[in-house]
């Protein structure tokens, strides 16, 4: 089993910056990609962007430029550095976690961003 916990979510305003970061413990050997996703009310959970073991990235369109995702060197924490934020920003982020053997994807009970106008 993987849990994953977020930290860094909050209220701020448009233009602000926000941290986000989680933390993976437990059998969290064979870790693959890891990523954030967001779900705002009454939309679905959509991908905000990724992270493989060799440190390339995606990013959804609505974040490139403004949005940087890394990896610690150990693999097991991800962070997502928000800059420039939007109020259609605000969202419930959750972190993910893919593991390749067995496969199985694990998530984190999510961290509330709100950016206000």
């Known amino acids: 089993q993987v849990q994953l916990v977020e930290s860094g979510g909050g209220l701020v305003q448009a233009g602000g910056s926000l941290r986000l970061s989680c933390a993976a413990s437990?059998?969290?050997?064979?870790?693959?990609?890891m990523g954030w996703y967001r779900q705002a009310p009454g939309k679905q959970r959509e991908l905000v962007s990724s992270?493989?073991?060799?440190?390339?990235?995606n990013y959804a369109e609505s974040v490139k430029g403004r949005f940087t995702i890394s990896r610690d060197n150990a693999k097991t924490t991800v962070y997502l550095q928000m800059n420039s934020l939007k109020p259609e920003d605000t969202a419930v982020y959750y972190c993910?976690?893919?593991?390749?053997?067995?496969?199985?994807?694990?998530w984190g009970q999510g961290t509330q961003v709100t950016v206000s106008s």
């Open positions: 993910k976690a893919a593991k390749l053997l067995p496969p199985h994807d694990y």
């Open positions: 437990g059998s969290t050997f064979g870790i693959g990609t």
């Open positions: 992270i493989t073991r060799d440190g390339s990235t």
